[in-house]
């Protein structure tokens, strides 16, 4: 019996620590098709894929509500390279269409090739072919997407899993995840729709479409910086470790100057209208420099400035109390104050309306010109950043509900939830390109 017990300890630690040496980063992804005029839902127990008699589980008891964009994370596991098979156990469905019984349990052949990066494992259910007189039969299959370079997409940095997911925005759908070579702080998108990534020493420069490294400009050891403003041909950089700024040439690649804080510099932005950066500060006060890094003067307000945003002639700065105070530039005068929720997160310009999103799940919208709330949605999930789609009809933001966040997908004409697209790992900004 001793013996027994002995020899199945060893043969699962020998499938968990041999087999899988090399093991792989996987995600698996279900996406529907031809099923937006089918209505329900479907209640998985379990998702599993087997290899070598081994079991590496996915999702459990988890429900699939068919909605648009028609997409579902099913969880993530580390597999090592070979053949193996993903099963479908379904617990129940409930369908629009009248469905007697359904086939319980589906299994699919998977071949796992060897990768430096995470794969992405995407399954298509075709809904319309999985209805045979009355019985629901899954017509499941695997695909893959070796071509990411679409026109239109959305790029989420994902720091955990050290990279970004790539999101084509016109069937709103992950379509891949860019491994990168350093471990991201912050990214921000240039006017060239560049990708600017600051990983503390370094800043890489991605091109867009193929995301390439245009560009890698070391920023001098010692130096450590988090946070990224990118402006005309200058870049600002924010150190929160050393309380400090710094202004870097991208034509030279040279560090122009550099300031230091008494405070935590924790935002900031470009304003095209004067010039030059705001740096928002934990004491709450606002600095406004030139590309020189001249000091031309600070305001202060009652909360931490947690966003800077600078449209025409103002600045809106929201803050980690929910107000948004507004100043008249190059002046610097206070012209209005207004109360939107209990801590703005941050602030776009999309169309002719100022969007805000809150930690406070939040998503309410103003016009510049007018400084009232004209209306808001309550998404009941704590919100992150905000990007928007090249047309500007539709706003993303970020949902931070668990460790799997989400992008909000919000229709910008009636200010109403359109659907989500589920990511794989916690991110931080995203951004749209073009």
Not at 103 to 111: A, D, F, G, N, R
Not at 284 to 289: E, I, Q, S
Request: a positive charge; proline letters at 4%.
């Amino acid at each position: 019996m001793f013996k027994k017990i002995v020899t199945l300890i060893l043969f699962f630690l020998l499938q968990f620590f041999v087999l899988d040496v090399k093991a792989n980063k996987i995600f698996v992804y279900l996406n529907f098709k031809n099923y937006k005029h089918i209505k329900g839902w479907i209640k998985l127990e379990k998702v599993y894929i087997k290899k070598n008699n081994f079991n590496y589980n996915l999702v459990k008891n988890f429900t699939i509500k068919i909605t648009p964009p028609g997409q579902y994370f099913l969880g993530y596991t580390e597999i090592s390279p070979g053949k193996a098979k993903i099963f479908f156990k379904i617990k129940s469905i409930n369908f629009s269409i009248k469905t007697k019984k359904f086939k319980s349990l589906l299994k699919v052949p998977l071949t796992i090739e060897e990768s430096k990066e995470p794969i992405l494992i995407f399954l298509e259910l075709d809904l319309e072919k999985s209805f045979k007189k009355g019985i629901f039969y899954p017509a499941l299959t695997v695909k893959s997407f070796s071509n990411i370079k679409a026109i239109q997409l959305i790029i989420a940095l994902d720091k955990y899993n050290q990279g970004f997911w790539i999101v084509n925005s016109v069937s709103n759908r992950v379509v891949g995840f860019k491994k990168l070579n350093c471990s991201p702080d912050y990214m921000e998108k240039g006017l060239d729709n560049n990708i600017y990534l600051v990983c503390r020493n370094k800043l890489e420069i991605l091109d867009y479409p193929d995301f390439q490294i245009e560009n890698l400009v070391p920023i001098g050891s010692g130096n450590e910086f988090n946070y990224l403003i990118v402006g005309g041909n200058k870049l600002l950089l924010i150190s929160y470790e050393d309380q400090k700024i710094a202004m870097l040439d991208l034509d030279s690649g040279g560090v122009l100057g550099e300031k230091y804080f008494t405070q935590l510099p924790i935002s900031g932005a470009y304003i095209a209208k004067v010039n030059g950066f705001l740096v928002g500060t934990q004491d709450g006060k606002v600095h406004f420099f030139s590309l020189a890094l001249e000091n031309l003067g600070e305001v202060s307000l009652a909360g931490v400035p947690e966003t800077i945003l600078g449209y025409k002639d103002k600045v809106f700065i929201g803050d980690n109390q929910g107000w948004i105070t507004i100043y008249k530039i190059p002046s610097f005068q206070r012209i209005e104050k207004l109360k939107v929720c209990d801590f703005v997160e941050d602030l776009k310009l999309c169309k002719d309306k100022i969007v805000v999103s809150c930690k406070d799940g939040k998503l309410a919208y103003f016009y510049p010109e007018e400084p009232q709330i004209v209306d808001y949605i309550d998404t009941e999930s704590l919100l992150g950043r905000l990007a928007f789609n090249p047309y500007q009809n539709l706003i993303y933001v970020i949902a931070k509900n668990d460790d799997n966040n989400k992008i909000l997908i919000i229709n910008n004409f009636d200010f109403k939830k359109e659907g989500e697209i589920p990511l794989g790992g916690p991110v931080n900004e995203i951004v749209s390109l073009p």
